[in-house]
């Protein structure tokens, strides 16, 4: 402990040959972290004076992993979720969506796979904040992030991959979403704010034959074709196959989610209805606990949305 006490107060090593290259920046890096977390000087924290030696011992753990390179599965959802929160394309080169821009870099950096969407991203970038966005930009940068996330699927194990969507796969991303679909055991949630028909005859099938069905989309952005084409289902199917449709507040809907039984959330990089028609896409599986955050948030607006058609089923947070 004293070593590495000197170490950091005078960036020397026990032999007083200066610590050189990593070794130094590792130092430096760790007792600026530990000023960070109000460690008044090396010497308190040696003698015990601010916290006990158990309590330093986890905090050391916890500094020298959050210093450990992210694994792909990590960064994989990292990406997933920036990509799903991707701005609008006039918004694009504004001040607003620096840090998103500067997350996407970092992260796609981070991979070592993919340095030609690196280049390519960062020209996009650069080409947006002089010119500002638009939907030609906003698409290849869309499917170089989807293309990292292809990449980065490879290397997760089978459990937790989603889908890389080629542009044009139309049966692609339908065979992707009904493979997530069929895992559910006791019901599937659909967000989209721009729900239409096709949410309804395409993908609402996916789900087991018997379990409830939801869809949430906005009042404003869901096509008129949602209601008609929901009633119909209802006349036909009722309570052989449950589904009941609701329409959040103008504009409180970002996301495009399916979530299979309260547990499990998979990102969809475009609405349903437009899924992988003209551009690459991607079917993301969340991690448990940005996932969990999402399915409550959107169970929540479910409970306070109003009834475009009304089902028989329950939704709730719990998955249990």
């Given at each position: ?27 430096a ?50 990406l997933?979720?920036?990509r ?6 006039a ?26 969407e ?9 080409h ?24 980065l ?18 049966f ?104 992988a ?25 479910w ?18």
């Amino acid at each position: 402990m004293m070593i590495l006490v000197d170490a950091l107060e005078t960036g020397n090593s026990v032999d007083d040959k200066p610590i050189r290259g990593s070794s130094r920046t590792t130092g430096a890096i760790l007792w600026a972290k530990l000023q960070q977390r109000g460690v008044a000087t090396q010497r308190q924290v040696l003698y015990g004076a601010v916290m006990n030696s158990e309590d330093y011992q986890k905090m050391m753990n916890q500094l020298l992993k959050s210093m450990e390179k992210p694994s792909p599965e990590a960064l994989y959802h990292q990406l997933g979720r920036l990509r799903n929160d991707m701005p609008r394309p006039a918004e694009l080169g504004k001040p607003s969506s620096s840090k998103w821009i500067g997350s996407v870099l970092a992260i796609v950096e981070a991979t070592e796979l993919s340095v030609m969407e690196l280049v390519n991203l960062r020209t996009y970038f650069d080409h947006v904040n002089r010119n500002g966005g638009s939907d030609a930009s906003s698409n290849l940068i869309a499917q170089n992030i989807d293309t990292v996330l292809a990449k980065l699927e490879l290397k997760l194990p089978a459990e937790t991959q989603g889908a890389f969507i080629p542009a044009g796969g139309v049966f692609d991303g339908y065979t992707a979403v009904s493979r997530a679909a069929a895992t559910a055991k006791k019901h599937v949630f659909f967000i989209d704010p721009y729900g239409d028909d096709q949410l309804i005859s395409a993908f609402v099938p996916l789900a087991p034959e018997g379990l409830p069905v939801f869809v949430l989309s906005d009042e404003q952005y869901a096509k008129p074709s949602l209601k008609p084409a929901a009633e119909r289902w209802m006349a036909q199917w009722g309570a052989k196959r449950p589904l009941e449709v609701r329409l959040a507040p103008h504009r409180s809907l970002h996301d495009r989610l399916l979530v299979v039984d309260s547990d499990t959330a998979w990102v969809v990089g475009q609405s349903f209805k437009d899924l992988a028609k003209r551009a690459h896409s991607a079917l993301v599986r969340m991690d448990p606990e940005s996932g969990a955050l999402k399915i409550n948030a959107h169970i929540e607006m479910w409970k306070t949305a109003t009834k475009m058609v009304q089902g028989n089923g329950r939704i709730s947070n719990d998955a249990s």
